[in-house]
């Protein structure tokens, strides 16, 4: 009995010995778990658009979206970013008006007003912490996501910064390229009679909607006043305090235009037929009218109802059903 | 010759710290070595006037040549091919072209480091020569909000000048001078200054653009027709025919 106890110990002591030395140099210091590796996640975008803070990765993008579809996020009432940025929709929402989440990677300034301006990481840090004052102990407690911010980030401890960082890795892949308007610019197709014409208002001083809706984002990104009213709200001057910028709201870009009604900052406009008659004869002046609104004085374009109708056609090229039907993109719930 | 080891060994020493300080002494005048600075940094300042005043946004008081009153709300626009030039002919390239928002000062400083010597004068286009403006160069903005619409020619516009101004009856209207490649065609217009440059040492100098001048000489411009003109050849030649003196450089 006293030979099996001596016996039963020292094997003890040799296998607690083997396991200690395993967690120990060659200089008997402890050696931390090897980092977890990750795969970087390339996207074809101009190298100024990333942050080299959080470099792009597989599993970042895939943590991201689950947060996006997850109602775990929000601390206060079970809302998901998804709820309000529906990929059928062109990931905006018809009930929230949202500003649609659509080649946000070449975006500066957030929100209609643009309180938040920097990198995509801003503004998933004040959607994450100030928008759905999400409650990290909840996060914490779940061993999924810990498992997979410490695959992500080899991060012990999930916080507001890692979540909307993983959040803006996902956002930073919505790139929306393949509508028929794109098509039709690399020679692939060729557009109708009416969006053609369509297309040449579009870009003519006349019709003048490129001046903010061009260059391939259909945005400028700035921040206009198009004219909705007469007495407008305060728009980018509740940001800046500059008066001239009262009634100035940012352009959204036109991309899937047709899919994320309502319309303006405010969505009083429900239909784009409705947008097209407030361009056409609605147009109000006011003091810090945008100077790109060339015929305020006449209350507008005055299309006639054939020019409306392709000017509509044109802005239907616009969707892009690759986007708006990328697995990719889609729920992993 | 006897010399006995204590001697022997003091010789040693000293040769030893001779050969040390000198070692120490050569790296110590590589560092300080007072060569001059083959370098030098040429700052460009790009400034704005109207009526010889600074330029001032978002405020009516700038007169034209056709006594309009008038406000500047946006002045943005690309001056390109900024070369010095040297005596022997040779030029220097400083920028190949360079974006400017007067609003936001964006631009407004470029600083470019090139050899030190005397240059006898600098070169630029205000706007991008057809040779450089290419559809599709600036994938991001601001420069990319520059675009110029394919159905008219493409490229990139050389300028945004935009603002207000009063009609007859006082009443406000808008106007927009934007000049451009329309048809692809190149209305650069083109500067040479013979100012001699001393880049000796460090040295600024200032590129100063004069805004009412885009209104007259030759062509008196009525503001009430600066507006939808992208694509109106003859108010483009215009206003390139007037750009002639609207740019001016001073050290």
Known sequence: MKKAYILTTALFFVIASFYFSACKDDKGKEVPDAPYVTTPYTLNIPASLLNPNNPLTVEGVALGKMLYYDTLLDGVSGRSCAQCHIQKEGFSSY?????????????????????????????????VKDFFEADMSKLNANATYRDLFKKTFNADEITYENTSFAIAQFVRTLISADSRYDKYIQRKISLTPSEINGMNLYYSEEGDCFHCHGTPLLTDGDFHNNGLDENPEEGRMAVTTNPQDRGRF???????????APYMHDGRFETLEEVIDFYSEGLKYSPTIDPLMKQIHAGGMQLSPQEKADLLAFLHTFTDSTFINNPAFASPF | MVVNQNHMKHFKLIFLSLLLSSVFLQSCKDEVKDEPNPNSNLNVVFSHHVNNMALDFDTAKYTNALNQNFEVSTLRYFVSAIYLRKANGDSV?????????????????ITKQVAAEEYVGLSLAFGIPAYLNQ?????????????????????????????????????????????????AMDRSIYFTFDTAINLSNDATVTINQHL?????????????DITMIMGNPEVQGKIMANGHDVITLSQ
């Open chain 2, 135 to 183: 559809s599709g160069m600036f994938t991001i903005k601001p420069e990319s909000n520059m675009e110029w619409p394919e159905p008219m020619g493409g490229g990139y516009h050389y300028m945004k000048f935009e603002g207000k101004f009063a009609k007859e009856d006082n009443s406000v209207q808008n106007f927009q001078m934007h000049s451009g490649p329309l048809m």
């Open chain 2, 212 to 224: 009412e001048k885009w209104m007259t000489s030759p062509n008196d411009l009525d503001l009430k």
């Open chain 1, 250 to 260: 940012k352009s959204p870009t036109l991309r899937n235009i047709a899919l994320t």
């Open chain 2, 93 to 109: 390239l400083v920028k190949d072209i360079h974006y400017v928002d007067a609003r936001d000062n964006t631009g407004v400083n």
């Open chain 1, 95 to 127: 009930k929230s008006n949202a500003l649609a989440h659509i080649n946000l990677a070449w975006n500066t300034a957030f929100l209609w007003n643009g309180q938040i301006e920097g990198t995509m990481e801003d503004i998933m840090l004040f959607e």
